[in-house]
Nanobody
Framework: QAQLVESGGGLVQPGGSLRLSCTAS????????IAWLRQAPGKEREGVSC????????AYADSVKGRFTISRDKAKNTAYLQMNSLKPEDTAVYYC?????????????????????WGQGTQVSVSS
């Protein structure tokens, strides 16, 4: 049975860093674009970042540009989200999501609704 498991969340002070991981089992992520979405209490789920399966192109929400970096390691069947300079408004449950698509984010803006969330998410809390 295919699974996608997020990990790496936790409690961090403002200005701190966390690295989230998204590991797949029973499924090869090679042909999937991967996204990180998040949902804060009382708010709708929103797209944070995504990376293509084909050319490694990436896209970011304006709120995280310059602070977050998405990457993937196909050999480990894992994607990552490095989060630096964290702010209290980054507090949310972070979800990994996939889209079976080999396009490029160099030419196409991401449509977050096209990504499917699999797992339970990982909680990120930013507070002093």
């Amino acid at each position: 049975q295919a699974q996608l498991v997020e990990s790496g969340g936790g409690l961090v002070q403002p200005g701190g860093s966390l690295r989230l991981s998204c590991t797949a089992s029973g499924l090869s992520l090679d042909y999937y674009a991967i996204a990180w979405l998040r949902q804060a209490p009382g708010k709708e789920r929103e797209g944070v970042s995504c990376i293509s399966s084909s050319d490694g192109s990436t896209a970011y929400a304006d709120s995280v540009k310059g602070r977050f970096t998405i990457s993937r390691d196909k050999a480990k069947n894992t994607a990552y989200l490095q989060m630096n300079s964290l702010k209290p408004e980054d507090t949310a449950v972070y979800y990994c999501a996939t889209r079976f698509w080999d396009g490029s984010f160099y030419y196409t803006a991401p449509r977050w609704a096209d990504f499917a969330v699999w797992g339970q998410g990982t909680q990120v809390s930013v507070s002093s």
